[in-house]
């Protein structure tokens, strides 16, 4: 009873995806183990955005992949229950004339040369997409119809609930202690709730990857990173209509989106705050902070410069050294198989990542090569770090 065909550690948005993809593909004895509950880490607190803007090719690639899901996800999922809570409203992106105006290029044209809808706009057509911002200094716009944002926390239940109607067992509030092994070879894993038997265990635990390191001794690059998230109530309203914006001429390079009525959903897209141990609970967000961003957001956006604070909360990403996830089997340890790292994407790339590593796990050709994305990168030297640098755009 406890022999599983595979095991998967985590039941996020990536690893909901990755169990629904095993089903899918044909698996016929899965397990999903989280510590809490479903979608409860990390994916609850995504700001939900949904893009494919990349400066790194690959991750183009899996996200267009993921947006056909969103696009069309309970028929994707068979399941007519199954709901993103998707809003169509575009991506805007602006830079001025400096530093990210050619890394912004030459993003747009990689876009462009891979098959995505990208429209070039003037600063008139901007405002009339965005009529709450101002784009006088935009020497640089681009615009991705097809893109918007959805809910991060019903795409993972939706995924998992269609799993289990197709034979998943999920336990919810069991603790993995050890990743078992046996010549190299991954045996199983003994948990809280007793130890479970498979050659196939998937690990997408997001900032507890650093456990990895700790059953294995390979070291897992990756660190626990907090930013904060804010929801400003303004004057006018930011309508679902409206198009989620990046602003690469602001110092935090903001990202913003409607967040209903009057109200905007803004963050930073750069480094945030380091944490000494993995965890999600909220974090204090300073005066000094809220002030900043709401300064900067005034510059694009003059009518909330009087803006009030309506609500806001801090989430954690899970960092790698170039910004971007290690994905695929760890050579070292046959049978260990993960999904780490996303620095932020996580959510975006959630379906094309979940069949990626189901079609790894059994053996199955993947859509899109996982080599990029090895662990082994750290110590080639070959990262995928973005045009932009460090921070989230990628």
Not at 29 to 40: M, S
Not at 88 to 98: N, R, S
Not at 226 to 241: C, D, I, M, W
Request: proline share 5%.
């Amino acid at each position: 009873m406890n022999s599983f065909d595979a095991i998967v550690i985590g039941a996020g948005v990536i690893g909901s995806s990755v169990a629904y993809h095993l089903a899918r593909f044909g698996a016929k004895k899965v397990l999903v183990l989280d510590r809490t509950q479903i979608g409860a880490g990390t994916t609850s607190q995504s700001s939900g955005i949904l893009r494919t803007h990349y400066s790194v090719r690959e991750n183009v690639a899996l996200a267009q992949s993921s947006w056909g899901v969103f696009k069309d996800f309970a028929n994707y999922l068979q399941d007519e229950d199954a709901a993103s809570g998707m809003v169509q409203c575009g991506y805007l992106i602006c830079a001025p004339e400096g530093e990210k105006l050619e890394p912004l290029r030459q993003a747009l044209q990689g876009q462009v040369n891979q098959g995505v809808t990208v429209q070039y706009l003037g600063r008139d057509e901007a405002r009339s997409l965005l009529p709450i911002a101002q784009f006088d200094d935009a020497a640089l716009i681009g615009y991705e119809p097809e893109a918007g944002f959805a809910d991060a926390y019903l795409v993972a239940t939706s995924f998992a609930r269609t799993a289990r109607r197709l034979g998943v067992k999920i336990m919810e509030g069991v603790e993995v202690h050890r990743l078992l092994t046996e010549g190299g070879q991954v045996t199983g894993v003994e948990t809280s709730q007793g130890t479970f038997v498979s050659n196939t265990v998937i690990s997408t635990q997001n900032i507890w990857a650093t456990d990895i390191a700790r059953w294995t001794g390979i070291p897992t690059p990756v660190v626990a990173e907090r930013h904060a998230v804010l929801a400003l109530e303004g004057p006018n309203p930011y309508t679902f209509q409206m198009p989620v914006f990046k602003d690469l001429g602001s110092p935090g390079m903001l990202y913003c989106r409607s967040y209903g009525g009057n109200q905007m959903l803004v963050s930073e897209g750069t480094v945030g705050e380091t944490l000494t141990e993995p965890h999600n609970e909220q974090g204090d967000i300073s005066l000094d902070y809220i002030v900043d961003v709401g300064e900067q957001v005034a510059q694009r956006f003059p009518a909330f410069d009087e803006a009030g604070l309506a609500s806001s909360w801090t989430g954690v990403y899970d960092v790698t050294p170039d910004w971007n996830p290690v994905l695929g089997r760890i050579p070292d340890v046959k049978g260990l198989i993960v999904g780490y790292g996303f620095s932020g994407h996580g959510f975006k790339l959630s379906p094309g990542v979940g069949r990626l590593l189901a079609q790894e796990a059994l053996g199955l050709p993947t859509d899109v090569s996982l080599a990029p994305y090895a662990l082994e990168r750290f110590r080639s030297g070959h990262l995928l770090t973005g045009l932009y640098g460090k921070g989230a755009v990628s």
